[in-house]
């Protein structure tokens, strides 16, 4: 893969303020911590539904991108941008949260269903493949007696608020691993990492 081609991370999410800490706005939170770490800064886009940051990350020339178009519908701000800046969706990480992992863990792949999760069933829709990598931020089971969309929707529990941070920053470092040395590394180096979750 040539280092001059480039790279988009995306992180789906829900827009507004009540979304903002909730399980299924991981991929919000990791990304928009990558940005503040390389000191991207963020622009919205109308062409691109979404908030756009461009720049530098570990020299690797980056778009990051927090979709507008809440998590359903992320395809449509993932198919834009790809389209715009003519990006190949190996070139795409997706970053989201993920039912069928711990609260703490990761997992980068470099392609796959959308395991149920709607916000990449719609990128998988709008790229018009499935062959793009995906990092997956866990979030656990809900509890018997609540549903998935409520799970999913409501902010973290105390035990987790404690180690959120460091999940956040597992995700970060395994993003910037993908963008220097590729998936397959980055597979290597953080899906045998157990989270503290």
Do not use: Q
Request: a positive charge; proline letters at 3%; one cysteine or more.
């Amino acid at each position: 893969m040539s280092e001059s081609l480039l790279r988009l991370v995306v992180g789906l999410g829900n827009p507004g303020k009540e979304y903002e800490h909730t399980r299924h706005n991981l991929g919000f939170l990791a990304v928009s911590r990558l940005a503040k770490e390389h000191g991207l800064k963020w622009a919205k886009s109308a062409s691109c539904k979404g908030f756009v940051a461009e720049g530098e990350v570990d020299a690797m020339e980056t778009v990051l991108l927090l979709p507008l178009t809440y998590v359903n519908n992320s395809g449509i701000a993932v198919g834009g941008i790809a389209h715009k800046k003519n990006i190949a969706p190996e070139n795409i990480l997706v970053i989201c949260d993920d039912l069928n992992l711990d609260f703490g863990d990761i997992r980068i792949r470099p392609e796959g269903s959308a395991g149920g999760h709607n916000g990449l069933s719609s990128v998988i829709e709008h790229l018009k493949t499935n062959k793009f990598p995906r990092l997956r931020m866990g979030i656990g089971r809900p509890h018997a007696t609540g549903g998935t969309k409520d799970f999913v929707l409501s902010g973290f529990d105390k035990t987790e608020k404690a180690h959120l941070g460091a999940l956040i920053e597992e995700a970060v470092l395994c993003s910037e691993e993908w963008l220097t040395e590729g998936t397959t590394k980055a597979m290597s180096r953080f899906n045998k990492r157990k989270g503290n979750g």
